[in-house]
Every structure is written in structure tokens, then in C-alpha cells.
């Protein structure tokens, strides 16, 4: 079992930063993918990013592929979404999910946080 607390959320400016950070319990936090979703209002959960147990591999969205970084520290039991450059569009819910494999479907996490709001002004 793995709890996941997700923070760092905030109202930013467009072309502005922000870091968040999901903070996860247990002991095997280190033997699970992580991944990063969104949910704008009416839409669909999307994938983000994803990043390997060891965090030598990590995939990300095409529209967010090059302003968002994918990282974790398993010694903290913390995996981090640094978003730079960003737009209007990125504004929605961000949650984090685990599960033993990554994959870009939301269906194939087990676990998952209770999301924290970014919302990024023009």
C-alpha cells in the first residue's frame, strides 16, 4: 500500500515556474513508477510524465515535453514535477499515481494522491 500527499500547487503567471512535489509512505517506494496526470474541468485525466523506480527512464506529453521535468529522490520518498515556461493551458488539477509498472494510462496506476491545483494567469 502506498499513500501519495501532492503539493506545490499555486497561481502562477504565464511564462512563470513552479515545482511540485508528491510525498509518498511505505518502504517500497523505491521498487514503484511514478507518474504525473492533470484535469482541466471537463476534460479527461491526461498523462504528464512518468518516471522509472530508478529514475533512469522517464516519458513525457508532447505538450509539455521540454518545460516540464520529471525527477525523484527514493532516499525522500519524493518525486518532483519541476514546470517551467508555463501557459494557460497547463491550468488544472495535477495528481501523482504509482504503480509497479509506468505506463501513460491512468487506468494502470493503483495509487493515487489527492491532487493539488495550478492555475496559471495570462
Known amino acids: 500500500q502506498v499513500q501519495l500527499v501532492e503539493s506545490g500547487g499555486g497561481l502562477v503567471q504565464a511564462g512563470g515556474s513552479l515545482r511540485l512535489s508528491c510525498a509518498a509512505s511505505?518502504?517500497?517506494?523505491?521498487?514503484?513508477?511514478m507518474g504525473w496526470f492533470r484535469q482541466a474541468p471537463g476534460k479527461e485525466r491526461e498523462f504528464v510524465a512518468d518516471i522509472g523506480w530508478s529514475g533512469g527512464s522517464t516519458h513525457y506529453a508532447d505538450s509539455v515535453k521540454g518545460r516540464f521535468t520529471i525527477s525523484r529522490d527514493n532516499a525522500k520518498n519524493t518525486v518532483y514535477l519541476q514546470m517551467n515556461s508555463l501557459k494557460p493551458e497547463d491550468t488544472a488539477i495535477y495528481y501523482c499515481a504509482a504503480d509497479q509498472v509506468a505506463t501513460t494510462k491512468p487506468m494502470g496506476y493503483d495509487y493515487w494522491g489527492q491532487g493539488t491545483q495550478v492555475t496559471v494567469s495570462s
Open positions: 511505505g518502504r517500497t517506494f523505491s521498487s514503484y513508477a
